[in-house]
């Protein structure tokens, strides 16, 4: 069992900057792909990025591509999400989880965090 943990939520100023971070504890925690998704009222839950294992692979939502920043720590088994020029549109719960390779689909992820609030004020 993997549990999945997010921190780093916030109220921003658009233009401004947050980073999340995720880590993931238990069994063999280090192992697995970690992706980002979000979900705004009302909205579905949408994939935002996501980093292999191996930090070989790294894909991005084409609307946050240049604007954030996926990275990993092995050592303490965290990913970080960086996000810059935040966007009111940015607003939403965002979540983590940990899956067997780097996809953009909910369905190739298994343990999933609680997620935390990211709120960008105009």
């Known amino acids: 069992q993997v549990q999945v943990a997010e921190s780093g939520g916030g109220l921003v100023q658009a233009g401004g900057s947050l980073v999340l971070s995720c880590e993931a504890s238990g069994r063999t925690g280090s192992g697995y792909a970690m992706g980002w998704f979000r979900q705004a009222p009302g909205k579905a839950r949408e994939f935002v990025a996501t980093?292999?294992?191996?930090?070989?692979?790294?894909y991005y939502e084409d609307s946050v591509k240049g604007r954030f920043t996926i990275s990993r720590h092995r050592a303490d088994n965290t990913v970080y999400l960086r996000m810059n020029s935040l966007k009111v549109e940015d607003s939403a719960r965002y979540y983590c989880?940990?899956?067997?390779?780097?996809?953009?689909?909910?369905?190739?992820?298994?343990?999933w965090g609680q997620g935390t609030q990211v709120t960008v004020s105009a």
């Open positions: 989880a940990a899956g067997h390779i780097a996809v953009t689909e909910e369905r190739g992820y298994v343990y």
């Open positions: 980093i292999s294992r191996d930090v070989d692979r790294i």
